[in-house]
């Protein structure tokens, strides 16, 4: 469901707001302590950050996903990390409940998840499927009225505070493929289920990934989502979701690194003069800001498609690909524009240029999208 203009206008603002008067300067502590403050993320559950994308019924702000590209937009104004604690509960942690669930799945759990009281994570990704995400070894096993689960997950996002997981697991042994995975929402305090300690990463501190082993976990048939044997398909669909939210986030982390360009061009002199009188420093300017502007008019596009109720895979693979390898080459130039001073930890620079990588490798590769836009365009014929 769409907001009135003037909502949709007042919740924009709001997070500009937020973004630029009370994450931004907290940039640096984030980075240093490897953490959000607990009073920022109340913050951040007062402006119903965590339930952008959860119907209005159950206690979210039932945004469309254009809506929900135009906060990513703005959320995309600071270090990711920051998104990335309500991200896995508007996206991929929450999805496949809201999309595949029962009535009372959903009355259950996404009011907690929309208020933020419960933390999701999204456990497809294990040592051996990774790109091929259809070959999940870890296993469901019906016994009576549950399954037990066996087995482990890798890399994954707010595994360590999640309440509830969407597990995607093997029912059918005999099927090497995606038609045997089944996908369940799996409440952490099950016996069985341990998360691991944060891995240390390249980038975006603050935000952490853990590894989620499954011993013997038994999980109510109740519990699961869809029908037996759909939960690729889940998985995929929360992931072309999932893939739109990631490209708008880029599309804002670009627009902030290109203003901090301007900035920073202006502000600095070489040889008598600002260094943005330069052609050559205003070429790298020209082509971040072209190319921003080709993503944030893609993201878009796709997005309202998808709100129509038209089938997006190819749309938000093409658009995550672009998006994410052109915030790449953005936060490449911004470091050539700082020069020393933007491989220097003070500037900040260096640090978003660490933080973006990831968007070139999760909820799938730039590979993965190619694959995906390739055979969709093929299947359409061209
Ligand atoms: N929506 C609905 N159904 C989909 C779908 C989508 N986006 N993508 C695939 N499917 C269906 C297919 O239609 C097919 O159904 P049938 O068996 O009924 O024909 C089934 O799922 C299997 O699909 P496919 O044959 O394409 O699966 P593959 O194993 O060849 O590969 C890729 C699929 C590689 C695209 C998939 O594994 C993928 O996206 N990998 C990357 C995973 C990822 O993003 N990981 C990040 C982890 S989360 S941070």
Known sequence: MALDLETREQLIEGVRRFVAERLRPLEAQVAEDDAVPEDVIGEMRDLGLFGLSIDEEYGGLGLSMEEEALVAFELGRTSPAFRSVFGTNV???????????????????????????VITSFALTEPEAGSDSAAVQTRATRDGDDYILNGGKRYITNAGKAGLFTVMARTNPDSKGGSGVSAFIVPRDLPGLSVSKPEKKMGQQGAHIHDVTFDNVRVP??????????????????????????????????????????????????????????QLIQAMIADSKTESLAARALVLE???????????????????????????????????????????????????????????????TSQIQQLVIARETMKRGG
């Open 91 to 117: 996206g991929i942690g929450s999805q496949g409940l809201a999309m595949f669930g029962t009535d009372a799945q959903k009355a259950e759990w996404l009011p907690r998840i929309a208020s933020g009281e």
């Open 221 to 278: 048939a109740k519990m699961r989502l869809g029908e037996e044997g759909e939960g690729f398909k889940v998985a995929m669909q929360v992931l072309d979701r999932g893939r739109l939210h990631i490209a708008a986030v880029c599309v804002g982390v670009a627009e902030r690194l290109i203003a901090d360009c301007v900035a920073y061009a202006a502000e600095r002199k070489q040889f008598g003069q600002p260094i943005a009188s330069f």
């Open 302 to 364: 796709s997005a309202r498609k998808r709100d129509s109720g038209v089938a997006v895979t190819l749309e938000a693979a093409a658009a995550k690909l672009f998006a994410s390898e052109m915030v790449g080459r953005v936060a490449d130039r911004a470091v050539q524009i700082f020069g020393g001073a933007g491989y220097v930890a003070d500037y900040g620079i260096e640090r978003l240029y660490r933080d973006v990588r990831i968007f070139r490798i999760y909820e799938g």
